[in-house]
């Protein structure tokens, strides 16, 4: 792996005093930066590049971390538009996702996975329940591989009132989570990572949740979870156990920095200030919410409280893109028109979210999220030739405002240029989607989704 410069571009740092070098330089050697600063790097220095990348005309800044996605849900996008949350469940997903074969879900994964690098994305947590197929995690897994991608395997589980054939028992669950912690933990020089994924209060049991509780605490591992979705769930959740959803986590005593709540968009005033006592952190999908009419999370009163906010996507069929940075944009402008007010979020506050918040929900805060010594190299080079970049002398403003996925030229993971020139490196994205196109045509055939 050759030592690379990055110099003349304009960096966004998204480090905790927001500096902004205009120009400035990166350092990467290996798969860390050591380097940061601005103007031209010292000609002492400049000699030990093996490779020098002129970003001038570009803004290089942190990769995006898309805390939640279901890459696997690329096969379904488009096909339960207008419909909300359990109906959209039980008319599309639950029938779609039962006739997923390995090879379904790895090609999906790999649509989903490219999608999210265009967008942008250097990381990102994908909460994967469809285990009808004997490997269809080690699936999504050899993707990440494949790809280049940071990935985290949120492995979804359900084992009461779901979908039968994607409902697990209990000694199932833990046995195949203790078999890919193994297996894949740690692989690809780290940029794989194994957590746990409940897929919602109404599906778990409390003796799975706490069962699933202790391993995580043994392996040092993350939990994810949907919450406070939407009305109806907490609903449910008050009628079958007397309390909301984040009391019962809470009273549970599973809530903590390495729980990740998302959505949380029905959190009550109490909920809120529980949230930001345990420590855990909130992942915010502003695009699924209104996609599905679940409604709008109390971002701002939840950062107000210090909680980390990490941005999303969610999956393709509740959102149809996996753009995270026309991700920006929309969290923006719909927290400004939720409170009234146009200082809400700022654009700076923004790409904290989407990287340093995103850090924290991917489990590495001290590695990720931020273009400083010491810190993995996972960053993006965004193009601002485009007319409507000309937008002022902000560049944070430039990227959350005007930015859209066409924009991302460069993206280097763990030290390794992946994408340039918008292109992907490592794979023939035209051969995958043909690929993808047929055996999502013969998916939707066995569901009965369309006819022969």
């Given at each position: 792996?050759?030592?690379?410069?990055?110099?003349?571009?304009?960096?966004?740092?998204?480090?905790?005093?927001?500096?902004?070098?205009?120009?400035?330089y990166?350092?990467?050697?290996?798969d860390r930066?050591?380097?940061?600063?601005?103007?031209?790097?010292?000609?002492?220095?400049?000699?030990?590049?093996?490779?020098v990348?002129?970003?001038?005309?570009k803004?290089?800044?942190?990769?995006?971390?898309?805390?939640?996605?279901?890459?696997?849900?690329?096969?379904?996008r488009?096909?339960?538009?207008?419909?909300?949350?359990?109906?959209?469940?039980?008319?599309?997903?639950?029938?779609?996702?039962?006739?997923?074969?390995q090879?379904?879900?790895?090609?999906a994964?790999?649509?989903g996975?490219?999608e999210?690098?265009h967008?942008?994305?250097?990381?990102?947590?994908?909460?994967?329940?469809?285990?009808?197929?004997?490997?269809?995690?080690?699936?999504?897994?050899r993707?990440a591989?494949?790809?280049?991608?940071?990935?985290?395997?949120?492995?979804?589980?359900?084992?009461?009132n779901?979908?039968?054939?994607?409902?697990?028992?209990?000694?199932?669950i833990?046995?195949?989570?203790?078999?890919?912690?193994?297996?894949?933990?740690?692989?690809?020089?780290?940029?794989?990572?194994?957590?746990?994924?409940?897929?919602i209060?109404?599906?778990c049991?409390d003796?799975?949740?706490l069962?699933m509780?202790a391993?995580?605490?043994?392996?040092?591992?993350?939990?994810?979870?949907?919450?406070?979705?939407?009305?109806?769930?907490?609903?449910?959740?008050?009628?079958?156990?007397g309390?909301r959803?984040?009391?019962?986590?809470?009273?549970?005593?599973?809530?903590?920095?390495?729980?990740?709540?998302?959505?949380?968009v029905?959190?009550?005033?109490?909920?809120?200030?529980?949230?930001?006592?345990?420590g855990?952190?909130?992942v915010?999908?502003?695009?699924?919410?209104?996609?599905?009419?679940?409604?709008?999370a109390?971002?701002?009163?939840?950062?107000?409280?210090?909680?980390?906010?990490?941005?999303?996507?969610?999956?393709?069929?509740?959102?149809?893109?996996?753009?995270?940075?026309?991700?920006?944009?929309?969290?923006?402008?719909?927290?400004?028109?939720?409170?009234?007010?146009?200082?809400?979020?700022?654009a700076?506050?923004?790409?904290?979210?989407?990287?340093?918040?995103g850090?924290?929900a991917?489990?590495?805060?001290?590695?990720?999220?931020?273009?400083?010594?010491?810190?993995?190299?996972?960053l993006?080079?965004?193009d601002?030739?485009?007319?409507?970049?000309m937008?002022?002398?902000?560049?944070?403003?430039?990227?959350?405002n005007?930015?859209?996925?066409?924009?991302?030229d460069?993206?280097?993971?763990?030290?390794?240029?992946?994408?340039?020139?918008?292109?992907?490196?490592?794979?023939?994205?035209?051969?995958?989607?043909?690929e993808?196109?047929?055996?999502?045509q013969?998916?939707?055939?066995?569901?009965?989704?369309?006819?022969?």
């Amino acid at each position: 792996m050759a030592d690379t410069l990055l110099e003349n571009g304009i960096v966004v740092t998204v480090n905790a005093r927001s500096e902004v070098f205009s120009p400035g330089y990166i350092f990467i050697q290996g798969d860390r930066i050591t380097e940061v600063g601005a103007g031209q790097m010292p000609e002492i220095l400049r000699g030990r590049a093996g490779r020098v990348v002129d970003a001038a005309g570009k803004i290089i800044m942190p990769g995006l971390i898309n805390a939640h996605v279901h890459v696997f849900q690329t096969f379904v996008r488009g096909l339960a538009d207008d419909q909300p949350l359990l109906q959209w469940l039980e008319n599309i997903v639950w029938p779609v996702f039962s006739h997923m074969t390995q090879e379904d879900v790895y090609l999906a994964a790999l649509v989903g996975m490219i999608e999210n690098i265009h967008g942008g994305a250097t990381a990102l947590i994908d909460n994967h329940y469809v285990h009808i197929s004997p490997f269809s995690d080690d699936a999504v897994c050899r993707a990440a591989v494949n790809t280049g991608i940071r990935y985290q395997l949120a492995r979804g589980w359900a084992d009461t009132n779901y979908h039968a054939a994607l409902m697990e028992s209990p000694d199932r669950i833990f046995e195949e989570m203790a078999r890919l912690h193994d297996t894949w933990h740690g692989q690809a020089d780290g940029r794989l990572r194994v957590a746990f994924g409940p897929l919602i209060p109404w599906g778990c049991t409390d003796s799975s949740m706490l069962r699933m509780y202790a391993l995580a605490q043994q392996w040092g591992t993350m939990i994810q979870m949907h919450t406070a979705e939407t009305q109806a769930e907490v609903t449910m959740n008050v009628a079958a156990r007397g309390k909301r959803h984040v009391q019962w986590l809470a009273d549970l005593g599973i809530l903590g920095p390495h729980f990740m709540l998302v959505h949380a968009v029905w959190l009550d005033e109490k909920e809120i200030e529980v949230v930001a006592k345990s420590g855990a952190t909130v992942v915010h999908c502003p695009v699924s919410n209104m996609f599905l009419a679940s409604g709008i999370a109390p971002v701002v009163e939840l950062r107000r409280l210090g909680v980390p906010v990490g941005l999303a996507t969610d999956g393709q069929a509740c959102n149809n893109g996996q753009e995270m940075i026309d991700l920006l944009k929309w969290t923006a402008n719909l927290h400004k028109v939720r409170s009234n007010d146009p200082l809400a979020l700022s654009a700076e506050e923004i790409l904290r979210m989407a990287c340093m918040d995103g850090a924290r929900a991917f489990g590495e805060p001290k590695l990720l999220g931020s273009l400083e010594a010491g810190k993995k190299a996972d960053l993006i080079l965004v193009d601002a030739s485009a007319s409507r970049m000309m937008s002022g002398l902000n560049p944070s403003s430039t990227v959350v405002n005007f930015a859209t996925s066409n924009d991302v030229d460069t993206v280097i993971v763990n030290g390794e240029i992946i994408m340039e020139d918008k292109r992907l490196i490592q794979m023939d994205e035209d051969a995958v989607l043909a690929e993808a196109r047929h055996a999502r045509q013969r998916l939707l055939w066995r569901a009965g989704i369309i006819s022969a």
